[in-house]
């Protein structure tokens, strides 16, 4: 496995892979979890040759957000994609992502301003940037991302198409611990009675599915049926609850197949989000 930290140098090894074969690409920011390894095994199923990212991305963060405490794991990451068999692991300093004076940014109107957009403005300005400038890198085959994060992969794909990036964005299913907390580098913020409280994202989604599979098909009482879980954690703080179009995150007053049931909550000082698809 290489290590490499220049977009020049990343460039050339990409390059150098593609004659072997087809390139998958599993972008993340680190601190490496079975959730992130899945999209990794997914891409080394599919593609003759797996590089990764690991890149903190500062403009993806707001400030008052937890850029500088996020979790940072370097080596055991590295230790983790190597025995995936990952071949390329791209680690760039921010500067070299974003020189001095770097004023260029990738927005997705509408879509980027909506779900997690909105709690978080500039968000995925800075999430589609990133990824744009991975592409331009990498320029790879396939691109591998997870369902976990519902409303990036409407941006992405989004951007994707307006781009005409020639390459294929696949989605994987979100992973999750037993008792169903989906798997987030930030569940280690979490206190044990936090981590108990956090359960609630999974079941107010479980409570909602089985509603809608009992036949309720409006949202506003499926989203009762969601929020009078929630309200068994008063403490854990709803930053939004919606059922949405999953292409266009555009709320729906009818929930159809397909449809997306996102959540975000703030559990003591951490920001979790977790979704279902209906
Ligand atoms: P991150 O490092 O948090 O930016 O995540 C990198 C990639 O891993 C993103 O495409 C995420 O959607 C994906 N990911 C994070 N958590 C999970 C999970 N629990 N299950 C599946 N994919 C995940």
């Known amino acids: 496995m290489q290590v490499l930290s220049t977009v020049r140098e990343m460039r050339a090894a990409c390059r150098a892979a593609r004659q072997q074969g087809s390139l998958g690409l599993v972008p993340t920011m680190g601190a490496l979890h079975a959730g992130h390894i899945s999209l990794v095994r997914a891409a080394r199923a599919q593609c003759d040759g797996v590089a990764a990212s690991i890149f903190v991305n500062p403009t993806q963060f707001g400030p008052n957000e937890d850029f500088a405490r996020y979790p940072r794991t370097f080596e055991q990451d590295c230790a983790l994609l190597d025995a995936e068999g990952v071949m390329l692991v791209f680690a760039p300093p921010p500067e070299e992502m974003y020189p001095p004076g770097a004023t260029t940014f990738v927005e997705v109107e509408g879509i980027g301003d909506r779900l997690d957009g909105a709690s978080r403005p500039g968000h995925f300005r800075g999430v589609a940037t990133i990824v744009a400038k991975l592409f331009h890198t990498v320029a790879p085959d396939k ?12 941006v992405l794909r989004r951007m994707v198409r307006d781009f005409n990036f020639d390459l294929e964005l696949i989605v994987c299913p979100i992973v999750r611990e037993p008792d169903g907390l989906a798997l987030s580098s930030r569940n280690r913020y ?89």
């Open 143 to 154: 691109a591998f991302f997870g369902q976990k994060d519902a409303a990036q992969v409407a």
């Open 190 to 278: 979490l206190s044990e009675r936090e981590r108990a409280q956090a359960l609630v994202l999974s079941r107010a989604l479980n409570a909602i599915c089985a509603t809608y599979h009992a036949g309720q098909k409006q949202v506003a009482p499926l989203l009762d049926a969601g929020r009078s879980i929630m309200a068994i954690e008063p403490e854990v703080r709803i930053d939004y609850l919606e059922i949405v179009d999953p292409g266009t995150l555009l709320p729906l007053t009818e929930a159809t197949p397909g449809a997306l049931v996102a959540i975000a909550a703030q559990v003591g000082s951490t920001r979790l989000i977790d979704n279902a698809i209906l």
